[in-house]
Every structure is written in C-alpha cells, then in structure tokens.
C-alpha cells in the first residue's frame, strides 16, 4: 500500500505479509560499503529488529511493515531520533548528546561513496517469521556482502508472535538455551537437538514402515495456509542409509513439497560429493540433498547455500527443476518498475540455463554436494564398484561449520558429573 499527499509531503508505503509464518526465522547480515548498498530494497516486517552493531543500536520491532530501502531505513531512524531533540536538550543533556552522536554516525553512513570506503558498516534485520527480505544484488548467485542465517525460534520469541501459550511448560530451557545464542553469535542450527528429534521422529516412522503403514498427521500448507495433511514414510536407499520421506499436498492451492529428515549419529567428518554429468541417463540418478547440504554447478553459475530448499530425495533432473521452480516463484524484486531492467534480464538468462540443463541440452555438468554433515548422497550406477565419474571426498570439519551447527557446545565426556555439580 503506497499513498503520498500532495500538501503535507507525507509519504507511507506500508506493506502486508501475505506468507505464513516460516519453519525458522531469518537473519540477514549485510556489510553497506558502496552507494549501491543503499539502493537495496528492503522489506521490513513489524517482527523484524534491525541492529547496526558498529554503532550499538538496535532498532526493535514496530507497528507496521514496510517496503523501503537500506537508505530510505536509515533515513527514518534519523527522522524518529531526531523527534524532540530540544526537549531532550533542556531536561536531559547527557542523552541529547549521546542521539547527536548517533545520528550523526547514521547521517554520514547515507554518503557513502560509489565504490566503497572506509566509512562501511553493518546492518542485521532480524526477523522471527522469516518474512523480512534484503534485495540480492547478485541473484541468482550469493552475494558476497550479503548472508543469511536461518535458526529455529526461542520460546519467547514464540510467545511474542502468539504461536505458544505462555502458561505451557515445554522446555523453558531450551528456550532460555536459544536466547544467550541470539545474544551472544546469532541464532545457529543445533546438531544435537536436530539429531535427537529426527531419531525420534525416525523410531516412529519404522515401526510404522515395517507394518506397510504411512503416517499422516494434520499441517498448513506452507503456500496458503490452509489445513492439509503430511505423510511420511521410511525408505532404505541402497549402499547409503535409512531416510523419513515427508510429502505434502494442499487440495486448495494445488502446491506439493517433498522433505527428506535424515536419522543416525552425527558423522565425526564432512563429506563432499563430485559427479560429472556427461548424459541424460546421469540426469536420471537419485540424490539425496539434505538441509545441511550446499550444491553448486560451475557451468550454469549455480552456487546454493545450506538450508536451501531443505532436505530433498530426488533425481539430479528434479534438484535443477526444483531450484529454477523456487527461484523463479520466490526470489523477490525481480519484477515490478523498480526492478533493474539489466539484472531482470540476466536472472531471466539464468533461468533459461536451468530449464536447458533439466532437458538434457548442455553438456557436460559438474554438480558437487558439501555436507559436513555427511548426511547427503549421489547414486552410485556401478555400486559396489567405484563411479569413474564420481568422486567423494571425506574432511575434517572446521571450526566454524562446527560453531554454526552446534557441535562445539556438545559435551560427550563426563557430562554426567558436570550435570551433578551444577
């Protein structure tokens, strides 16, 4: 909803989410080092905290969403700081001087030159829902001053957007657990607790599968929100490991997804799969792309970061069908008049390329899965014998990958008496 008058200057460009609520909530980190980072387009939503920590100051949720800028944002903080400024300047000097300092810092970040500086800086929308956007200048492909964090929410942050009564007692610790996260590095994914709810979830699925029988419980669906059921159910892949299925369809909408949950102990080593795609007999091939797993095909300038599109167990056709679906349903401005007309057309190119490579017309391919949590999988066509045109790496994970799932809080040696004494 846009509106301006044409008397007073007054301008609003409020905006409505029409998504449901996302699985995880979102963080966007951007480094703003040129003038075209301030032309980014933003949404932000009314969840949505936005923090600038070079300048310590974090900006919380509000009343309303709104589509905007990363300049048009900024200048709003300065209009709202700067609100009773001679009030604050008789009664209270010392916090007058402090906002004069910071919105001098905000007025000089809106100057920023046309091929970067040194007066960069930081700028991290925090949203709970998933449902605030910052504008990819690079997409389809990452961008290097852009990352994006996806965690699961904090019981008060659950409370907060009403999706949790108050007065229910479902493991405040864990809660409090996910809140000193946010506090302290930002939300990560926590292996521990993924592992134990998918051997969970796992043990029902089998004795369910060894009786021929798929569960289906009650959801929403993800595209309307509208009630509809997800099944699941436990395949073995050969020479791999036993997976959940998970499939849903909504009846109203018309919209399917598939989900793969992988069980099992957590892999002491990452793994990195290379196949070379020389036919459409290799497009054939299953694979198995977990949510930890990140994909990328040099040739079609293809780079796709953890957590994209979830855990998928597909064909190799079906993974580059679903990624140019997702990208060309879900990646925002990319239409409308304030959408560059050069980089609507190089996403549209790109497009092209993904819908050649589904078909089987470029030849050959390298596509590689980086799971360092070895949890994802290639057919093997020669199995038990080697795939000349496979190769599969085993590493050691570094600390970083180990910090974002986890796995350095985990204490596997006398945690029992740690327990006692605390």
């Known amino acids: 909803m846009s509106f301006e008058c044409p008397h007073c200057g007054l301008k609003n460009s409020e905006v409505q989410s029409g998504e449901a609520v996302q699985e995880k909530g979102h963080r966007y980190e951007l480094r703003c080092a040129s003038k075209a980072d301030l032309d980014r387009q ?37 209009d709202d ?44 929308i925090d ?37 949790l009564n108050p007065d229910a007692e479902d493991a405040p610790e864990a809660g409090q657990a996910g809140q000193e996260q946010v506090a302290t590095k930002g939300p990560r994914i926590n292996a521990l607790q993924e592992a134990s709810a998918a051997e969970s979830v796992a043990r029902a699925v089998k004795e369910a599968s060894m009786s021929n029988e798929v569960l289906s419980f009650p959801a929403n669906c993800s595209s309307c929100n509208a009630p509809c059921d997800t099944r699941m159910q436990m395949v073995d892949i050969p020479h791999f490991q036993e997976v959940i299925i998970m499939s849903t369809t909504c009846d109203d ?21 290379t196949l070379k795609i020389e036919d459409k007999d290799d497009l054939s091939r299953d694979i198995l792309k977990s949510e930890t797993s990140s994909f990328n095909i040099p040739e079609l300038d293809l780079d796709m970061v953890a957590g994209t599109l979830g855990g998928r167990f597909t064909t190799i056709e079906g993974l580059i069908r679903q990624v140019h679906n997702e990208l060309d349903s879900r990646v925002p401005f990319m239409e409308g008049d304030s959408t560059v007309a050069e980089r609507r057309e190089r996403f549209k190119k790109f497009l092209s390329r993904l819908e050649d490579a589904a078909e089987g017309r470029i030849f050959p391919l390298n596509i590689t899965l980086d799971d360092p949590m070895s949890h994802s999988y290639i057919q093997n066509i020669y199995a038990p014998d080697a795939d000349p045109n496979m190769v599969v790496e085993d590493y050691e994970r570094t600390f970083e990958q180990n910090e974002d799932l986890g796995l350095n809080d985990i204490n596997v040696e006398n945690y029992e008496c740690d327990a006692e004494t605390a």
């Not at 001098?104 to 800086?121: D, I, M, N, V, W």
């Not at 998933?130 to 409370?159: F, K």
């Not at 909408?253 to 799969?273: D, F, L, P």
Request: a negative charge.
């Open 42 to 78: 933003v949404v932000r939503n009314s969840t949505a905290s936005v923090i600038f920590p070079d300048w310590e100051f974090t900006a919380p949720p509000t009343t309303t969403s709104k589509l905007t800028t990363v300049e048009g944002l900024i200048s709003h903080f300065v």
């Open 81 to 124: 700081l700067s609100m009773d400024q001679d009030q604050r300047k008789e009664l209270i000097p010392e916090v007058y001087e402090q906002i004069e300092i910071l919105i001098a810092k905000l007025r000089a970040a809106l100057s920023l030159p046309e091929q970067g500086g040194e007066t960069a800086f930081t700028m991290v």
């Open 127 to 163: 949203d709970p829902t998933g449902n605030s956007y910052v504008e990819n200048l690079c997409a389809p492909s990452p961008d290097p001053c852009l990352s994006i964090q996806h965690y699961r929410r904090t019981r008060d942050q659950m409370i907060q957007l009403g999706l």
């Open 253 to 273: 909408c018309g919209y399917k997804s598939n989900e793969v949950k992988c069980g099992g102990a957590i892999s002491s080593q990452g793994r990195r799969i």
